[in-house]
């Protein structure tokens, strides 16, 4: 009865008890606070995909609040983890370290075992070292990397499991929270060990055709406890490891009543049916160098006038470029850039995971308090993902937060094709949109001429006409509506009569 007593008391403990920080800010919020605490959990991946370095900081956490901490490595020195966590700047002088490698002895040959299989001694004495070290540190968090060597000296997969099962049972009278680290030396999954564990952590490399690795970690199993599931992205910096937790736009909602932007052109106001709505997206879409930037611009530089903060996330354009091609339409971005109140960061998909994106725009509102975010363009967008199909889900995520948030959203989409050919999209992600200004080349008159109209707006009424759109001399000029001639659309309108100033 005493036994049985002291079984329902700890499990009560382990119910109630406070949450275990991991040392990184994004593992935290998917794992809704960090690992419950007096566990065991394994965390596995391909070798370099950062397990280590997320163990470190984990340890460094819990020194941080004065926990007694154990860090047992069965395949590298201390000297390895000194120098791996010294590139990131971590210091493991708070960390007590246990090296149990194999010694110079085991090269002799009189010490070769010939009666025994190496299961037999050298995996019992591995087992028998661990329990002494924690009997002597009593750590309050512990870590044993790697599994593999444990694996690999079992040999039989039904003695491993009693050892992981024995070595489970024994850290649960410790009060410890422990990290398994598992390098997936084995063929196949080790589902009997999933089953073992109270949770699993999945760190993944996804290589890509060109570019920098991308790199995932998915929460497989938390045993009685909520966590945020799927694939979050992660990367590895200088100070540790970096998680993104996959955006859920249920999770915000700001309340705020939409309230038309102006651009600072009455007509372009005009035509949009008196400016675009706070808490809506906007997509931009035309050939190449029809203004669909200038025209963000323009909304930017007027928020701006307004004391609004705007980021424009550009994937093509560099900042001088973009501040260039803007004082030639009369939008001078340049004192607003010192001020602060445009933002342009520029965006390498190469090098930039699609989660990093999202972060860093949740960081621009949340933070800093951004009222205008342009996305130039979805073209480069697309090349961060793995695949077409894809882009909407995250851009329907994303859309849907700063929606929620009360921010005006500009997305900038470029199609291919010339004066009287069919454009075609890269993507077709006009559904996702509340508003789609649509940006057409025209010929007229000998002159290759700029139309623009505004095709949808899901938040009320707008004008249905076509009207001219010049960019500069030191100006964006939206002429009257096209009421003289049919088919501008088409790049080779008919003209039905007027003079060629109307």
């Not at 249920?250 to 052109?265: F, H, L, T, W, Y």
Request: some cysteine; overall charge negative; glycine content about 10%.
């Amino acid at each position: 009865m005493a036994a049985a007593r002291g079984e329902v008391d700890t499990e009560q403990h382990l119910q109630t008890d406070a949450r275990v920080g991991t040392g990184c800010e994004g593992l935290d919020n998917i794992l809704h606070g960090g690992f419950p605490r007096g566990r065991l959990y394994l965390v596995e991946g391909d070798p370099g995909a950062g397990k280590t370095t997320l163990a470190l900081q984990f340890m460094l956490e819990g020194a941080k609040k004065g926990e007694r901490t154990l860090y047992v490595t069965l395949s590298e020195s201390r000297l390895d983890l000194v120098h791996s966590a010294g590139s990131h700047g971590l210091f493991l002088d708070p960390i007590e370290i246990v090296e149990l490698l194999p010694t110079e002895n085991d090269l002799i040959p009189e010490q070769q075992y010939t009666v025994f299989h190496p299961a037999e001694v050298e995996l019992n004495d591995r087992m028998q070292r661990i329990v002494k070290e924690v009997q002597r540190v009593r750590p309050e968090r512990l870590v044993i990397d790697a599994l593999s060597e444990l694996r690999m000296l079992a040999k039989d997969p039904l003695r491993y499991r009693r050892q992981i099962l024995s070595l489970k049972d024994f850290m649960a009278s410790q009060e410890c929270t422990v990290l398994l680290l598992d390098d997936r030396s084995s063929r196949e999954p080790d589902l009997q060990l999933h089953s073992v564990v109270h949770g699993v952590v999945s760190m993944d490399r996804v290589p890509r055709e060109y570019g920098k690795t991308r790199r995932q970690i998915e929460i497989l199993k938390l045993r009685g406890t909520p966590y945020r599931e799927g694939l979050h992205d992660y990367t590895i910096a200088t100070g540790g490891v970096v998680v993104f937790p996959r955006l859920i736009a249920a999770d915000s909602r700001s309340g705020q009543s939409p309230e038309p932007v102006s651009s600072g052109i009455s007509e372009l106001d005009t035509l949009t049916g008196g400016g675009l709505d706070r808490g809506t997206s906007t997509l931009l879409i035309g050939p190449a160098g029809c203004g669909k930037t200038s025209i963000a611009m323009q909304w930017a530089a007027t928020a701006a006038r307004r004391g609004e903060s705007s980021v424009i996330f550009s994937f093509e354009e560099g900042p001088h470029t973009m501040m260039t091609r803007a004082a030639g339409l009369g939008i001078d971005l340049r004192p607003h850039i010192a001020s602060g109140k445009i933002v342009i960061q520029r965006v390498d998909p190469a090098e930039m995971s699609p989660g990093q994106l999202v972060a860093s725009v949740q960081q621009q509102v949340e933070q800093e308090n951004v009222r205008v975010i342009i996305i130039d363009s979805l073209n480069g967008y697309l090349q961060s993902m793995p695949g077409e199909k894809f882009l909407a889900v995250h851009l329907h995520e994303l859309l849907a937060y700063l929606n929620n948030r009360g921010v005006l959203t500009l997305m900038i989409l470029a199609q291919a094709g010339t004066i009287g050919s069919p454009l075609q999209s890269a993507v077709d992600v006009s559904y996702l949109a509340d508003n789609i200004l649509l940006l057409r080349y025209f010929e007229s008159h000998g002159e290759v001429c700029q139309a623009i109209s505004t095709i949808k707006r899901r938040s009320g009424a707008h004008e249905h006409t076509i009207r001219e759109l010049r960019l500069g001399p030191d100006r964006i000029c939206i002429g009257r509506p096209l009421r003289d001639f049919q088919g501008v659309l088409t790049g080779t309108p008919t003209f039905l009569g007027g003079s060629k100033e109307n």
